[in-house]
């Protein structure tokens, strides 16, 4: 698994404070709603030059991270 934690950033006045991709606009989020939509790697890249693939590797696993920590307060 890819460590996150150098990519995704967290800022309190960007995006509401919602975790992004190296401090830009782009929320894990939005990376999330375009893969769910249908959208492929490729074509999100195509879409926004600035995200590699290792961002998007990497709001996939903060995505993961997080629900695991979900699931273990939850148990």
Do not use: H
């Amino acid at each position: 698994m890819i460590d996150y934690k150098q990519i995704i950033t967290i800022e309190p006045g960007k995006r509401g404070g919602k975790p992004t991709i190296r401090g830009m606009r782009i929320s894990v989020n939005d990376i999330l709603s375009w893969l769910a939509s249908g959208m492929s790697i490729p074509d999100i890249i195509a879409d926004f030059d600035e995200l590699t693939q290792e961002d998007i590797f990497a709001a996939l696993s903060y995505a993961a991270d997080r629900e695991n920590k979900i699931y273990q307060i939850a148990v």
